[in-house]
Every structure is written in C-alpha cells, then in structure tokens.
C-alpha cells in the first residue's frame, strides 16, 4: 500500500547517478531509414530527420520557393494566415507537375480568405503569382523553367475588422438573445462566430429533445461602407421526439445485442446529441472497435420515435507487445504480454503478461525482479454499468526499503453510477514474504478494498478545466499475526485555463493517507505500508526513499503520509510547452503525519503535443535530499503528470 513513485511502463526514469533506457518494441514506432537521410517516427510523428518518401512518391517533382507577405500588424493574425497557407507549410515537399504549382497555389487563396473571413476581415485582398505572373492570368496549362524552384509570392492586405451590425432571429429562435451567441452589436463578426452561433441554436433545441431540429435560413450581409454584418439565423426545432429502436450494422463477432445494451441507447429514452455522444464513447473505450458511427434516420417512426442504427467496425481482437529496458543500477529489464479482446463476443478482455528485471546485475536468480499476470474482465456483466475485473498477479519487488515476493488473488466489480462517478469494490487475498527492516517475516492478507472515484476533467490525457478526486478504504485482515488494519486514502487534483485558449494551466493535487490498526507496523506486509518519493509522488526522490528510517538508516514505511504536487503548464507553441513544477510530501511512523520530516523537490518539465495526448519530460532535484540520497530524476511518460 505505497504511493508509488515509479513511472508507468511507458516511461523512461533516472534514479540517483544510474541511468534508464527503456525501449519498446511495437508496431506504433516505426524508424525511417532511407539512404544517406536518417529520420525517426513515433505513431506518425516525425520526431527528427527528413522523410524522402514523399518525393519519391510524387510523379514529375516540381518544387517551388514561397515568398508570403502582408499588411496585418496582429500577431494572432499573422499567425492564422500562415498556419492557413499550405505553400508555406508544404514548402519541403515537390508538387507534381508546372500545373501542381498552379494549383496549390489557387486553394491557398481559397484557404487564405477563409482564414481573414474567420478574423473578421472581409475586405481582405489575396494576391499570388507564380513565376511572376499573376495566377488568373495563367495558361491552362503552363510551363515553368525548372532550373531553380519555381517562385511563389503571396501578398495579402488584411483590410479592416467588421463588427456585427443587426442581428435576426427567426422562426423557433425568436426570441432568443444574439448576444448569448457572441453576437452582440459591435463584436468582431468572424465567420467561425456566426457558423457556431447557428449550431449552437439547433444544438440547445435538440438537447431539449426535439432531434429533428434544423437550421432553416443562414445569411449573412457584409457592408463594406460602414465595416459591419448584418445576421439573419432562423431555426425550426421540430417536435418532442424519444429514442426510437436501435439497430446495430457492422458486428462480426460481437454480438448486436451486447452492442446495443452497452450503448445504453434504450427505445423510450429521452433524445439527447449528448446521450449519442457518450454512447460512441462507451463503445470505442472497450477497444475491439476500430470505428464507432451513430446514424440516426432522417424521420419519425409512426410511434413518434426515432429510429437510429449503429455502425461499427470491429478491429483486431488479439495483441502483443514487448519491450526491454537498461538500468546501469537494475541492469537489463524484459517485458511482453498478450491479449484477447473479445473472447466470447461480449468484448470479454484477458490479458497475459510477464517481465524480467535486474539482468546482468541480479547476483542470482532469487534477486531477479519478475511479475507475472493474468486478468479478465467482463463489461457490462448483469448491467450495462458494470464490469467484473478477475486477476491473479506474482511478482518480486527489490527497491532499497525491502525485497518482496508475494502472489495477490482478486476479484472486483466497478459500477458507473453517472458519467462521472464510479464506484469499485473487490474481494482480493494476497500472501506475500518479505525481507525488510523488521527481518524475515512471511504474511497472509485477506482485504475489501472499496473506492470511489469522481472525474470532472475536460480532457483525461492533458485536462484545463474541472477535477478529479478518490476515496478508498481497504479494510484488511493478516491471518498470522491476526492483525485488522484499515488503509484509507484520499485525493483530489484541479485544473484552471487561463486565456482565451488556455495557454497557461494551473495544476494543483493532494493526496492523503493513514493507516488505523498499524500499531506495530511489523505485523504489516511492506507492500502495504506507505512510501513516497519517484515519479508517482515527489520528483527528485528516488522510488521509495521517503519513508521513517529506522535506528540502523532502513527505510520502515510509514502509517500515513500526505503529498502535493502544483504545476503551471504554459504552452509556447501549439505543439510546445514548459511546465515549472514543486512537489512536496511527507511520511510518517504515526497514524497522523507529524511532518517532522518534510521534503520537496522542484524542477521544470517539457511537453510535445501529440493527438494522443502530451509527451512528458521532467528533470527535478531534491531540495532537502537524504545524506547519500538521490541527486536528481528525470521522468518520461505518456499524458500529464497528474
């Protein structure tokens, strides 16, 4: 029962003066080598190096040389207009033949001007030659003298802002406030305000239930004399309409009716394009589809209900992985597993899995660190809100506080009581052997761990706004001692976007915890004491290293603990961002922490924003360290620390 500090298994930690190499072996990372270009990708992202694959594939390479100018003294603007133009961005690549450039260039004006409409520019003037010559004034066919790259200029005058002038609601929008729409007399009239503030009407009207609602008339009026635009939405809601009956197209080997029940999309149930929404979600998370599509008809049923058909694709149902890691303090690590997703077509998941730690620097196969596992579960098992998890899991674990070996036994069920809150209770017994700061000692533990978790976050892998909490209690029993102990642990983490477009995040997070019954914590297994420190917890520590020590300088764990982490996450680029962080925590001997020993470690971490989520790199040093302790961590992982 540790805090654990280590990082998940997609990351990469030093600990101390050692250095950790972790490397992964699996289709999603792809090396390119080509020639004399050396380039590396990892899930599609080209991290380093030229990818020549391009130019080799495209036919009759021609390239070109941009040249993109403009008036706009905004920055944001300047900024949107050359994220907007493909020239610029493509400016590496070939296009294919003298009428490519032609072409390429006559959508980066269509893209340009929608890029100033957006900003409200609609007197904005796009102008672009190639070779010289204007490109309306172009041959259909035209030919370039290909000896050096062909120039491209760009010239665009921004013109003025136009501000929204009168505002028209129509027809079941009436008598709704434009200015709710961010239309109100005076503001910037961009594009993108206009197009979200007629969505926004029809998607108010169907979350009233009326799935037939539409947007019946757009228009839009731009006077160049006085600089504004004039607004005209109107929309037909439709009826009160209920969910109607629920097809499902596309299954194989997962059966329809477990699709069905599990999308929680029931005949009689109120419409809501939210409902739909986390229906797809539900779906896609169980991970046997590789596409999810919720079709609903164009009409009523004659009950008055809507029919709807969901469309899904099924992926590959079987996967394996393997990896391998180099530690000059642990030696070499090795680690695979296999998985099935959907073992008797009611995406029923088992996954088998090992690793081998400490190679090379184990003195004997007894100091190896191993784990082996098996784990199954069962969605949507009596209900759809349920899922039975069965695992049994053997494994050693050698950090510097103990050395353990222990084989644990559960079986568990969660419930999804909302969106948000999910409740899990499980039965589990574990007999574990340790070799510590109490000496030898052999344990049998039979625990009820029961947790509730609520999650409010925007976004789970790089959240801006909301937050998360837990609350567990794992009431426990050691048989050879005849030991009742409870663990009861508790956190919360929350986040707050600062800007138009969140460029700053605060992050905060606390996390407690005490043991009650752990009067001699002798009679405690080591696994289920408290420890902090690493990754998980107070970066700079190494992994366990914050603990009560003992007469002889050995790490005991404590019986409660209480760490904090805060962070500013602050985004230079779209794809860039630096994170200052301090973590703080302390472990103590006594059911309430005394803080008599409190440490901190602080340091700064980088991200790099991929469609999964961020990538995390973190260097932090103790601020307070241990007499011979860890000088320094670095970690790296998948998604935000907290």
């Not at 703080?584 to 922490?593: E, L, N």
Request: overall charge negative; proline content about 5%; hydrophobic content about 35%.
């Amino acid at each position: 029962m540790q805090i654990r500090g280590k990082a998940p298994k997609t990351s990469i930690a030093y600990r101390r003066t050692g250095i950790v190499l972790v490397i992964a072996a699996a289709a999603a990372f792809s090396p390119a080598l080509g020639g004399n270009a050396y380039a590396f990708k990892l899930f599609g992202i080209n991290f380093f190096g030229k990818d020549e694959t391009a130019t080799d594939q495209v036919p009759d390479p021609v390239r070109y040389d941009v040249t993109l100018t403009t008036d706009a003294v905004d920055p944001d603007l300047k900024e949107a207009l050359e994220n907007s133009s493909r020239l610029v961005s493509d400016k590496e690549q070939p296009v294919s033949g003298d009428l490519g450039v032609v072409v390429k260039a006559r959508d980066d004006r269509d893209r340009l001007i929608a890029a100033l409409y957006e900003k409200a520019r609609y007197g904005g003037v796009v102008t672009i030659t190639v070779d010289g010559k204007n490109i309306d004034s172009l041959p259909p066919n035209p030919t370039f003298d290909r000896s050096r790259p062909v120039p491209v200029t760009v010239n665009i005058a921004a013109g003025p802002i136009f501000r929204v002038g009168e505002v028209q609601f129509g027809g079941d929008a009436a008598n709704r406030n434009p200015a709710d729409y961010d239309l109100a007399p005076g503001a910037p009239a961009g594009s993108l305000v206009v197009i979200k503030a007629g969505d926004k009407l029809v998607e108010e009207m169907k979350e009233e239930g009326r799935p037939l609602a539409k947007l019946t008339k757009r228009e839009v009026i731009a006077d160049h004399r006085t600089d504004t635009v004039d607004v005209v939405l109107s929309v037909e809601s439709g009826p009160v309409a209920p969910i109607g009956t629920v097809g499902v197209t596309g299954a194989k080997s997962v059966r329809p009716d477990f699709i069905q029940s599990y999308s929680r999309l029931d005949k009689g149930d109120r419409y809501s394009p939210e409902a739909l929404k986390k229906a797809g979600e539900r779906l896609r998370a169980l991970g046997v589809f590789s596409s999810v599509t919720i079709h609903e008809a164009e009409g009523l049923a004659g009950d008055g209900s809507l029919p709807m058909t969901i469309e899904v694709s099924e992926g590959k149902q079987r996967y394996f992985g393997v990896g391998a890691q180099y530690s000059t303090i642990d030696g070499f690590g090795v680690n695979g597993y296999w998985g099935h997703r959907n073992l008797f077509g009611g995406a029923e998941g088992l996954r088998i899995e090992g690793a081998v730690g400490r190679l090379g620097e184990a003195s004997g196969v007894s100091d190896l660190d191993y784990s082996a596992g098996i784990t199954f579960t069962k969605p949507g098992i009596f209900v759809p809100e349920a899922t039975l998890t069965a695992s049994i899991l053997a494994k050693t674990e050698n950090p510097d506080a103990y050395n353990a070996k222990l084989v644990t036994a559960s079986l568990g069920m969660a419930y999804e009581l909302n969106d948000r809150d999910t409740i899990t209770g499980a039965g589990e017994v574990s007999w574990e052997k340790d070799d510590d700061a109490f000496g030898d000692n052999t344990y049998l533990t039979f625990a009820l761990p029961f947790q509730f978790d609520r999650d409010a976050r925007d976004n789970k892998f790089d959240p801006t706004e909301g937050y998360r909490a837990m609350a567990k209690v794992t009431p426990s029993y050691e048989s050879y001692s005849g030991t009742f102990f409870s663990a009861f642990e508790g956190s919360v983490s929350g986040y707050y976007g600062l800007g138009a477009e969140d460029r700053i995040v605060l992050a905060g997070k606390v996390a407690a915890g005490f043991l009650v019954g752990a009067d001699n914590l002798e009679n405690i297994p080591a696994t289920r004491r408290f420890f902090a420190g690493g990754g998980g917890s107070v970066r700079g520590y190494g992994y366990q290293e914050i603990s009560p020590y003992n007469a002889a300088n050995e790490e005991t764990g404590g019986a409660s603990y209480m760490t904090a982490s805060f962070e500013t996450r602050v985004k230079i680029t779209d794809t860039i961002g630096i994170v200052p962080f301090i973590d703080v925590g302390t472990v103590s001997a006594d059911v309430a922490p005394d803080f008599s020993d409190f440490r901190a470690g602080a340091g700064i971490g980088i991200r790099y924003a991929t469609p999964f989520g961020p990538l995390r790199l973190d260097f932090a040093v103790p601020l307070n360290k241990y007499e011979g302790g860890t000088n320094y961590g670095i970690y790296a992982g998948i998604g935000q620390s907290f």
